[in-house]
DNA sequence: GCTTTAGGTAACCACAAGGTAACAGTAGAT
DNA sequence: ATCTACTGTTACCTTGTGGTTACCTAAAGC
C-alpha cells in the first residue's frame, strides 16, 4: 500500500512515516502542494494524506486541483485548523476524511487503510484447494472451470463456507437454506448429492465431507478437527 | 439518499434526523441493534450510522454481524466512547468512518454523503466490451452505434454498472428504480426484456444476464478469476 | 451375523421463474 | 386538443428447479 504524505513540518512527517511504515504503509513525502503534484504526475497512490497550511502550494487548493482533474485517489486531511467550515471546506473540495491534529498515530493508520480499501473490488473470495468462489459475483470454479449452481445449491455451498473448515449439523444447514418452512426429511440429502456431483469432480480430491451422524464439512480432508 | 439512524437517545435522533432530513438526507430509525437488523434484511441503505451503547444489540456486534455477513453498507460510528481503542475496535470491525459525540450536524452530514458516494461509479464512463456509456451525458452507445434509453430503462442500466460486475437481486433493483412505491410483481421483468432488446444486440455478446433465482448481472461471460 | 438406520444415487414431474408479446392508461409534446 | 411514446399490466409460453419417491449401500448397534 502506497501513501503520498504531504506535510511541511518535516519532523512531524518523519515521525509519522516511520510509524506508518511499522504498520505496512509505505510513504512518498512531500513537504507542499508543488512537490506533492509532481510526485503525482508520475506515481499512482492509495492515498494522500494532505496538510493545509503550505508554503508554495496550499491542501485545499490541491485537493480542488487533484479532484478537479478526475483523479479520484482518496484523500484524507490532516491538519490543525479544527474549525467546522474549514472541515466542510475540505469535504466540499472532494474529500474522503478530515483529521485535526493533534491525533493519534494509530487512528491515521486505520482512516489510511479503510480508505485503501474502498478502490478495491468488494468481492469477498473463498478459495479450497482447487475451488475458488466468488460470493458477490456468484462465480464458482473447480479447477478452473467454471461450475453452475442453482439458488437453493448455491445457499448451501454459502452455508458450507460460512462455517468452514467447521462442521455444520444438519439442522443448522436447513434452517440456512430453507429459513421459513420445516423441509421434509430428504431434502438436503438430495442437495448435498447434487452439489458433491458439481464441485468434487472425479480427478480432484473431495472437499464435501460427511461426518456420519454429525453432519457436512467443507474442507480438504475428513480426518482431524 | 437513504440511511439507517441507530441510537438509543431519542432526542438526540429526533433532532439529528431532522437536521439530516433538511439535508437532503432521507432516515430510517432505530432505537437499538435488534430493530436495525429487522430493518437492515428488508430495506437497502446508502449508510447506516451507528451508536455503540444500546439496549439488546451494541453497535460493535452489530456491525460486526453485517460485515461478517457480506454486506457492505458502509458504517460510520457516532458515540461518545472517545478513547483511542474504541475507536480502532470500531474501524477493525470494518467500519468506514468513526465520529465521536458531541459532533457537530453539518460534519455527521458532509461525511454521510461522501460515504454514500463510495458506491457510486467513480469514473462517468463505463465500458464493458463494446458498451461504452457516460454516465453524466446519459450516452450509451453499443459498438458505436447509439442506443437511446428511456428514464426508466436508464435507472435499471445505472444500477446494474453500480454493481457490475456482481450479481445484483431483484428487490435491490426495484427499490434503485421505484424508491417510493412497491413495484408490482412483473414490472422489472418487463423492463429487463426492454433493456436487454435495447443493449444486447443480436450479432454481439450479450452482457445482461440472468442468474436464475439470484438476480441479474452486468458483465462479459469471460473467466475471470 | 443379523437388523437397523443414516446416508448415497437415480429418475420423475409439477410448478415457479423468467422470456416474450400485445394491450391499455397516462403523461408529455406539439 | 391530438398525438406520441413511455410505463405498467396481463397473458401465454418455455424451461430448469426443486421437491418427491424409491431403491441401494454401508456404517452402527445388538
Not at 510526485?39 to 480542488?64: A, E, H, Q, R, W
Not at 485517489?73 to 483529521?99: H, M, N, Q
Request: charged fraction near 25%.
Amino acid at each position: 500500500m502506497l501513501v503520498l504524505f504531504v506535510e511541511d513540518e518535516r519532523d512531524l512527517a518523519e515521525l509519522t512515516i516511520e510509524f506508518l511504515e511499522l504498520d505496512d504503509i509505505e510513504c512518498d513525502y512531500a513537504d507542499n502542494g508543488e512537490m506533492a503534484l509532481n510526485l503525482l504526475s508520475s506515481n499512482v497512490y492509495d492515498v494522500i494524506v494532505l496538510d493545509v497550511n503550505m508554503p508554495k502550494m496550499d491542501g485545499f487548493t490541491l485537493c480542488d486541483k487533484l479532484k478537479s482533474k478526475g483523479d479520484h485517489t482518496p484523500v484524507i486531511f490532516l491538519t490543525a485548523r479544527d474549525a467546522l467550515d474549514d472541515k466542510l471546506t475540505g469535504f466540499s473540495l472532494g474529500a474522503e476524511d478530515y483529521l485535526t491534529k493533534p491525533f493519534e498515530l494509530p487512528e491515521l493508520s486505520a482512516r489510511i487503510k479503510v480508505l485503501a480499501q474502498r478502490n478495491k473490488p468488494k468481492s469477498t473470495i473463498f478459495e479450497l484447494d482447487t475451488l475458488h468462489v466468488n460470493i458477490q459475483q456468484c462465480k464458482i470454479y473447480r479447477s478452473n472451470k467454471e461450475v453452475l449452481l442453482t439458488r437453493t445449491q448455491w445457499s448451501l455451498l454459502k452455508a458450507l463456507i460460512n462455517h468452514s473448515p467447521n462442521v455444520v449439523d444438519r439442522i443448522t444447514l436447513e434452517n440456512a437454506i430453507w429459513p421459513d418452512q420445516i423441509p421434509s426429511k430428504d431434502m438436503l440429502k438430495t442437495l448435498v448429492f447434487r452439489v458433491r456431483t458439481l464441485i468434487d469432480l472425479p480427478q480432484e480430491q473431495s472437499l464435501i465431507h460427511t461426518i456420519r451422524g454429525t453432519g457436512i464439512v467443507l474442507r480438504t480432508n475428513a480426518n482431524g478437527t
